[in-house]
């Protein structure tokens, strides 16, 4: 293993969550005001995972009052508390971007995992 | 000792303690040996020469020089106190410590013959509405008054290829047993690029 690999391997972090693109996750961030830290959650649909090793990044997306608001987190961040996972979702693209161009309740339906017997 | 000589390893990127993503560039330095030392009565001024990397074979003028001690691209540091070294010595990388500011000097990529677009940040012309001006020189100058090109007008030619300092970099982590630095940001050239750090 290269020296570089070496370095990126010792900044994954091994305990994360395993998710997929299409489910629901609740996201608790580590917030830093003065001395006191504080978590922040942030909930919505996983639409894009990108990149690998500890580049890794995942997009999540949530309507606000009927807004579109996303934001995309480092999967191995020390800043990322938590990622609990709400939902399974079954998406039938790598990506979402579909839900974009959605307005409404639509915005937010990706099916559920239906589970395997 | 003030600097060493390393090799680009590449480049990633890391979490710093705030948690915060960070570019770094590896690379490998050290470790080098003094292979000659300058000094004020015999040279005019104090320096010593390190060598880094092995080679397989020297030529005659070379093996003279460097009395069989395989290295090649050999690099004089100026410093204060030559009476602290001598030849053969070993400097290794744990002359730098996370957190310092250092500059790295090196070769950069070459980019070929380059138009102002590149080599100067120019404007492009429009790309449609019938222009065919795009990524053209433009106008050099006025016409009869002065009736000269201004001297230090910037022009296509060749860009890149051309020794740089990159300046206020900081050291963020000095792996000793690896001969490993980590600085923040980018060091001039490419991967395998034989480069100078000198502390600032």
């Known amino acids: 293993m290269s020296i570089i690999e070496e370095i990126e391997k010792k900044q994954i972090n091994e305990k994360v969550a395993l998710f997929n693109v299409g489910d629901t996750v609740k996201v608790l961030s580590k917030i830093v005001e003065g001395n006191k830290e504080r978590l922040q959650a942030f909930e919505g649909i996983v639409i894009k995972r990108k990149g690998g090793s500890n580049r890794a990044t995942f997009t999540v997306r949530k309507l606000v009052q009927g807004i579109g608001v996303e934001r995309i987190f480092p999967l191995h961040s020390p800043k990322i508390d938590q990622i609990q996972i709400m939902k399974k979702g079954r998406a039938r693209r790598a990506k979402l971007y579909y839900l974009r161009n959605k307005i409404g309740s639509a915005a937010t339906k990706v099916k559920e995992e239906i589970k395997k017997v | 000792m003030n600097g060493i000589i390393a090799k680009k390893l590449g480049m990633t990127q890391i979490f710093d303690d705030k948690g915060d993503v960070i570019v770094v560039t590896v690379l490998e330095a050290g470790p080098c040996h003094v292979v000659g030392i300058r000094n004020q009565e015999k040279n005019g001024y104090n320096a010593i020469q390190l060598g880094f990397l092995a080679v397989k074979k020297l030529n005659k003028p070379e093996s003279g020089f460097l009395k069989d001690k395989k290295l090649r691209h050999i690099v004089e540091f100026k410093v204060e106190k030559v009476e602290e070294y001598k030849v053969g010595q070993e ?109 600032s």
């Open chain 2, 91 to 199: 400097i290794k990388v744990d002359i730098f410590k996370p957190g310092e500011i250092i500059k790295i000097s090196g070769t950069t990529i070459g980019k070929g013959f380059a138009g102002t677009t590149k080599r100067w940040h120019h404007h492009r012309g429009p790309m449609t509405h019938g222009s065919k001006s795009h990524r053209l020189t433009g106008s050099i100058g006025a016409g009869t008054t002065p009736g000269r090109v201004y001297k230090g007008l910037n022009m296509p030619g060749r860009m890149g290829g051309v020794r740089v300092t990159n300046r206020s970099i900081k050291v963020i982590s000095v792996d000793l047993e690896n001969n490993v630095l980590m600085v923040k940001g980018t060091v001039p050239g490419p991967k395998g690029n034989i480069v100078e750090i000198i502390k």
